[in-house]
């Protein structure tokens, strides 16, 4: 990560919706869980934040979550069967999985919004600020591969340059804007963006503009792409958010409100947010990231 400011040591790692859209699988095997390749997705995502540097990774969970304790778990029984049996490269995998970082489990209590999640957080955060990672995304760098810093760096440099809170973001086409968190703002350098507005989830005619360098407005809006660095002030305002779009408490309610207290930076993603939010497009990200191997 840049040097000039701090590294983030602290990731966090929301895990704890219902996954709606992948029933009945999600009855008993948590989204987040759902495998590309011989991999769960948040295999990937803890990947790449200890790719990024954070040793301190806090995954918030609910109920009926605990294959994801598990998988981060040490095993011991099944490592002393993987020796016995001569397999100590796959013995070694299954330990790494568990010690590539130190790990930290919170639930909430109840599914009332990603916003809520995220200050289940506070305490194990404190005073410092920290990466959030949507563990439903994978996110690949421009050769299409997972579980690289690229994201996390680019919200770092951000950070170090103005001392605020920044996000990924991308430039989706307008029937795609009402599945995210839309931003306004001006374009300061090269993808990097000075937020003005955030909306969660506008119709289309309603999503704010992005001006961009050659004075230009894209069609279509820019969304947030399941990365975020925070300063530690977000939990106030998180701690201060009403139920908002769909009933539920909006992370991104708390960060315009965030954004209204110190600024916020928008970094253009580098790479490519692999959508596995539905069946297909998590096909899609197993074609992908299998074809890397062949
Ligand atoms: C969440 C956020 C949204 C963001 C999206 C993907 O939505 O609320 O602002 O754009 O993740 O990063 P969800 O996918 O949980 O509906």
Redesign the pocket.
């Known amino acids: 990560m840049n040097a000039a400011a701090a590294p983030v040591r602290k990731a966090v790692l929301p895990a704890a919706?219902f996954g709606t859209r992948f029933l009945p699988i999600t009855k008993s095997v948590p989204k987040e869980m759902l495998p590309v390749g011989d991999k769960p997705v948040i295999h990937y995502v803890v990947a790449e934040a200890v790719a990024a540097g954070c040793t301190d990774i806090l995954i918030i969970v609910s109920r009926d979550k605990s294959s994801i304790v598990d998988y981060f778990d040490r095993a011991p029984d099944l490592e002393r069967r993987l020796r016995a049996a001569g397999k100590d490269e796959l013995a070694d995998e299954i330990v790494r999985i568990a010690t590539q970082a130190r790990f930290h489990f919170v639930r909430q209590p109840e599914m009332k919004g990603?916003g809520d999640a995220v200050l289940q957080a506070r305490d194990h955060v404190g005073d410092e600020p920290f990466a959030l990672l949507?563990a439903?995304?994978i996110i690949v760098d421009s050769s299409g591969v997972p579980g690289q810093p690229a994201a996390l760096d680019t919200l770092h440099a951000a950070y170090g340059e103005t001392g605020a809170s920044a996000v990924v973001i991308e430039h989706v086409p307008a029937d795609r804007i009402s599945?995210?968190?839309?931003v306004g703002g001006t374009e300061r350098a090269p993808g990097r963006f000075t937020l003005e507005r955030m909306v969660?989830?506008p119709a289309p005619a309603e999503a704010p503009a992005v001006r961009r360098l050659d004075g230009t407005v894209d069609p279509g809006g820019w969304?947030?792409?399941?990365r975020y660095l925070f300063t530690p002030a977000v939990f106030a305002h998180l701690a201060r958010t009403r139920p908002g779009k769909n009933n539920e408490i909006?992370?991104?309610d708390a960060m315009a409100a965030l954004l209204a207290e110190e600024g916020f930076s928008g970094c253009r993603l580098p790479g490519e947010?692999l959508d596995i939010?539905n069946p297909r497009g998590l096909f899609e990200a197993n074609r992908r990231i299998l074809s890397l191997d062949a």
């Open positions: 919706g990603l949507l439903d995304t599945r995210y968190g839309v969660e989830k969304a947030f792409a399941a909006q992370l991104t947010r939010g």
